[in-house]
């Protein structure tokens, strides 16, 4: 059956291999036979005696030529005579663990021209494998080898030999003496401690050779061949490398890594390896380098002094190293650079990871091909705007793990190309707008920091921004921050203190595939319920505020969930939460509750308060509340007969149509309100409508129903009943006013219009429009040196006027100057009745009356001198300007 098998196998091998197809022509439990074109390939899976593969080539392929015999499982210790006769094989592949192999073992396939043997347990060259003379490459490794004499000396058309992880501590002066073809040569992983100078001399076209993890202490004499290119020589005991260069040679690339060198004195790298491109000194305890060593490597590309113990560089080391592109010098001591790289226009990387520097002033300056610059783990604390100002090709910049605590805003400008910026584990509170030219950055890790906010600026500008890491922070805001990073892809914010994230914080089309939230204080309201379109989102965010939704995610809530607000919301009002971008705002609606008074509870962030259509008379319940963040309060159709407080600064409704006002507020004590409701109040009108009725006038535009205010009351002047007060004008509400508003005008010409010329400033007269009256008057009192006070009881009983007062006579006691000229119009109430202030003035003082004899003559006597002003060329601090106060 057997035999019936595989006759069938070559038949088909026969019509299916003419096209050129692969066809299976052998297979038993050790090894299958595979044709690949005109050629045949054995793979033996599994060999327990060589004899067992016999067949393969005897009875099963007839002795036709095999371009490759290998085995990938093998326990056979043996290679005996008889296996390969009568066969052609180009190339052999063995992990057998052979101890012997018969002398004649390999001679029938003497046109091998590729041996690689692994796991071997024989102690030198076999002879068999010394009489392949047409082998071109031959490997044995990870075997038992112990030396090398004479065995490869009929090999003379050997090209490679390697020779790795075997126990080799001999070879003789002789070994490679006939190997005039060869060109590479690989021992490391040995024992050599000591090899013969001249040793390589025979391999005239050797260009490689591997000598890593060896003992050798010494390299003298080795590297004479001029063919030679690359050589390594990592991990030996070398001391010295003064004479291993004593012949010219093309050398390119030598590695000396791990070599307890310590020194290298200036001649070591001589005009002999003047080709030397590439030059690796890592690990070899260097501590001081000659400002000469490198003066011959002018064609340097490469230079690797890291690990060492370098605690500084001569400055002129690399002069003369034009071609240098990339220098390693991480892991050393060094404190301080310069301008070390000054020469060296061309370099591309730097690296400098691992030392004690703490700037890096001049040292990249001029180097406008740098791509690749590494500084972590340094001692650096500013990065200032020219410390990077020339590198216009820098992609990669780390400054990971120092003591950054300051970015100058233009330290990155020139940095257009920048694809990769790394500052985490540095003590940053603020980028200070150093990004905003970086519009190629791909990634940004700014992990392990002290940033507390990101602005909307920041990274408005890093549109191709794929990873971003702000991990391990302080960050309370990111504002917009990212809501032009189109690519981003990966964003961490991990153990941070933020509590919110708006839709407006990204851009309308959101592409994160991995959102790093956890260890964050998340408070799940209104601000985040946009995430519930976004379940993959929704999902990541873990509530850890308000109480009732500890540990879920946003994901596990509804818009009811998210919208409703608990916290200090009166029970019989409505309190809604209602987003504003990074913030949000509380809706209590507490309208038609017929409620007789302001709700004792109200949530601290009350942006909306809805009164109407309830029963309250006042609304000084709201003293007691925090209002900083009410922007709009409806008090409309209630009872009220009084405000009873003053209106918090950021409010910008009133609606306080509908109740039983009589009297506006104070004009100073209003804000700056965007819109009113005034309508359907019973409103006063007479002399202390004044001041209302320049707010309508100067407000209409605000106040929604300005044309409905109208005069409704019984104690103010009957025949102004049912008018528009917007329409009315000032001598209709106060005639008796503008009467003495004429008298005092008789009179200015006295101060203004007679030497010594006084200037004088008049309310009536001269309010700027658009000011508020009492910050205006407050500003001219405090640039007074007399203030003439009309006091009538219409001044008494008004309290911007008393205001006004106390202000200036507490002033005039501060400064102990004497400045208030009281004129008394009409009867006043008893002194005991007035208030303190103005009775200590009236008492103090020689009061005039409107009207007495030499009235204004007595009024001038009481201003300030201005002899001296002439003199004194009028400086700012003598100039008169009293203020005329007509009411």
């Given amino acids: 059956m057997m035999k019936f098998k595989i006759i069938c196998l070559f038949l088909s091998l026969k019509i299916i291999g003419s096209f050129g197809k692969e066809t299976l022509c052998s297979s038993n439990a050790a090894c299958d036979c595979i044709q690949k074109t005109h050629k045949m390939v054995v793979n033996c899976q599994r060999v327990a005696n060589m004899k067992d593969v016999q067949s393969i080539f005897s009875k099963d392929l007839n002795f036709k030529p095999v371009s490759s015999f290998s085995t990938k499982s093998c326990t056979a210790e043996s290679l005996p005579n008889s296996i390969f006769w009568n066969t052609t094989i180009r190339y052999i592949s063995s992990v057998c663990p052979f101890k012997r192999v018969e002398d004649d073992a390999l001679t029938p396939i003497e046109g091998l021209s590729k041996l690689d043997l692994r796991f071997t347990k024989f102690s030198k060259i076999p002879i068999a494998i010394s009489k392949l003379t047409r082998l071109k490459i031959l490997h044995i490794n990870d075997g038992k080898l112990t030396g090398v004499d004479t065995e490869l000396q009929n090999m003379t058309n050997l090209l490679q030999l390697k020779l790795i992880n075997n126990n080799i501590s001999q070879i003789s002066p002789e070994a490679f003496s006939k190997n005039s073809n060869l060109n590479t040569i690989e021992l490391p992983q040995n024992k050599l401690i000591f090899l013969y100078p001249g040793i390589f001399d025979g391999c005239r076209k050797l260009n490689k050779i591997f000598l890593q993890k060896n003992g050798l202490k010494s390299v003298d004499g080795l590297f004479n061949i001029p063919s030679l290119k690359e050589i390594h020589l990592e991990v030996n005991n070398l001391t010295s490398i003064d004479n291993a260069f004593q012949k010219d040679i093309n050398l390119e690339f030598l590695h000396l890594n791990t070599n307890p060198l310590r020194k290298i004195s200036s001649s070591a790298f001589n005009a002999n390896v003047k080709h030397l491109r590439a030059l690796t000194l890592r690990k ?3 501590k001081f380098l000659s400002p000469s060593v490198f003066r011959h490597l002018t064609k340097l590309k490469l230079l690797d002094l890291s690990n060492n113990l370098i605690e500084s560089l001569p400055v002129e080391i690399f002069h003369g190293l034009h071609s240098l592109l990339h220098v390693d010098l991480k892991e050393n001591r060094i404190s301080y650079l310069g301008e070390v790289f000054r020469h060296n226009y061309h370099l591309q990387s730097v690296m400098l ?11 990249f300056r001029g180097l406008e091909y740098l791509n690749t610059v590494d500084l972590r783990y340094n001692n650096l604390t500013v990065i200032t705007e020219t410390d990077f100002s020339t590198m216009v090709s820098m992609r990669s910049l780390r400054l990971s793990n120092n003591s950054i605590y300051r970015i100058d805003s233009n330290a990155f400008l020139n940095m257009a190309r920048l694809k990769n910026l790394s500052l985490e584990f540095n003590k940053l509170t603020t980028l200070n707008g150093s990004l905003r030219n970086s519009r190629d950055l791909k990634f940004l890790w700014l992990h392990h920091n002290q940033l507390k906010e990101i602005e909307e600026s920041e990274m408005s500008n890093l549109r191709k921004l794929m990873r971003l890491n702000l991990s391990f922070n302080n960050l309370t805001n990111v504002h917009k921050a990212f809501k032009n990073l189109t690519h981003l892809k990966i964003l961490n914010l991990y153990q941070n203190k933020l509590t919110t994230l708006s839709r407006s914080t990204f851009p309308p089309r959101l592409n994160i595939k991995k959102f790093g939230t956890r260890a964050n204080p998340w408070r799940c309201d209104c601000r985040l319920s946009w995430l519930l379109e976004i379940p993959k989102l929704a999902n990541q965010l873990k509530c850890i505020f308000p ?17 409703n607000w608990s916290d200090n919301c009166d029970s019989s009002c409505e309190c809604t939460c209602v987003p504003q971008e990074n913030e949000f705002f509380v809706r209590v609606d507490c309208s038609g509750r017929n409620m007789t008074q302001v709700p004792a509870a109200l949530p601290e962030k009350v942006g909306e308060l809805h009164l109407q259509n309830n029963l309250l008379s006042n609304l000084i319940n709201l003293k007691t509340h925090s209002l900083a963040h009410l922007r709009y309060l409806d008090v409309e159709r209630n009872f009220l007969t009084e405000i009873g407080f003053y209106f918090p600064k950021n409010l910008e409704t009133v609606k306080l149509a509908r109740n039983n006002l009589t009297r506006f507020m104070s004009y100073y004590a209003l804000p700056t309100i965007l819109s009113w409701t005034l309508s359907d109040n019973p409103w006063i009108c007479d002399c202390d409508t004044v001041d209302f009725w320049k707010f309508l006038n100067s407000e209409s535009e605000k106040i929604l129903d300005v044309n409905s205010v109208i005069c409704n009351h019984k104690e103010g002047k009957p025949k102004l009943n049912g008018k528009n007060i917007c329409d009315l004008t000032k001598y209709e ?6 009467i003495l508003y004429i008298l005092l005008g008789v009179g200015l010409s006295e101060l203004e219009d007679k030497e010594p010329f006084y200037s004088l400033f008049v309310p009536p007269r001269d309010m700027q429009a658009g000011r508020f009256e009492i910050d205006q008057q407050l500003e001219e009192m405090k ?27 507490a002033s005039g006691l501060e400064e102990k100057i004497y400045r208030i000229i009281p004129i008394v119009v009409g009867t006043l109430p008893p002194l005991s009745d007035l208030d303190p202030s103005l009775k200590v003035a009236l008492e103090s003082t020689q009061c005039l009356r409107l009207g007495q004899k030499l009235f204004w003559e007595m009024i001038r006597y009481a201003m300030p001198d201005k002899s001296h002003i002439a003199e004194a060329s009028l400086s700012e601090e003598d100039l008169d300007m009293p203020l005329l106060n007509a009411w």
């Fill in 353 to 363: 990871t691992s030392n004690n520097l703490q700037t890096v002033k001049n040292l």
């Fill in 284 to 286: 070899c305890e260097l």
């Fill in 733 to 738: 509400l106060c005639p008796e006013k503008l």
């Fill in 783 to 809: 640039n007074s040196k007399r203030i003439i006070i009309i006091v009538s009881q219409s001044f008494i009983d008004s309290e911007v006027n008393m205001e006004i007062f106390r202000v200036a006579f």
């Fill in 547 to 563: 109480e009732e939704f500890f540990n879920e995610t946003v994901g596990q809530l509804n818009i009811h969930n998210l919208t």
